[in-house]
């Protein structure tokens, strides 16, 4: 069984995950299928990204993360950090179902294709038999979670 921080980290890579308020939506932790920003692993989870907060590097991380192959901020509209025992808590029957988890996936620098290391990545995992009711309630559920968020809904889509 693996051992994971107390928190984590979300990047805000679309201006539509926050809203007119400022807050985080629900939209940031849609697990869609087949898609760059959630896949589906060999276990049968979707997967969606974020840092595990090991320590004072893995936010600068996050923050300094590119889009694949870009010289872009992947994550231009801030960030959003959750705690990962108020979120066990909250999900504690999914989590038991094994409807829902987490795993940590290092990301190895690829020089070619413009990737940066990042020691901190990992996933929350949805399993993909969950029924859209209750996905949707483990989104907004994670969406409600949120402890501490950065966003920055003015900045300019390119």
């Not at 936010?59 to 993360?65: P, V």
């Not at 989104?139 to 979670?145: D, K, N, P, V, Y």
């Amino acid at each position: 069984m693996c051992i994971f921080p107390d928190e984590y980290y979300r990047g805000i890579s679309d201006k539509s995950w926050i809203t007119p308020q400022g807050y985080v939506s629900a939209a940031a932790f849609q697990f869609k299928e087949y898609n760059a920003e959630s896949r589906e692993n060999d276990d049968g989870y979707i997967e969606l990204s974020i840092n595990w907060n090991d320590d004072e590097k893995s936010l600068t991380t996050l923050l300094n993360q590119k889009k694949q192959g870009s010289d872009v901020c992947q994550f231009k509209f801030g960030y959003c950090k959750m705690n990962r025992l108020q979120v066990d808590l909250m999900l504690k029957q999914y989590i038991r179902d094994k409807l829902f988890s987490y795993e940590r996936k290092p990301i190895n620098e690829d020089e070619a294709n413009k990737i940066m290391a990042n020691p901190y990545h990992g996933n929350l995992l949805l399993h993909k038999t969950v029924e859209k009711q209750v996905k949707k309630n483990i989104e907004h559920i994670l969406a409600g979670s949120v402890e501490i968020s950065d966003v920055h809904p003015q900045t300019k889509d390119e």
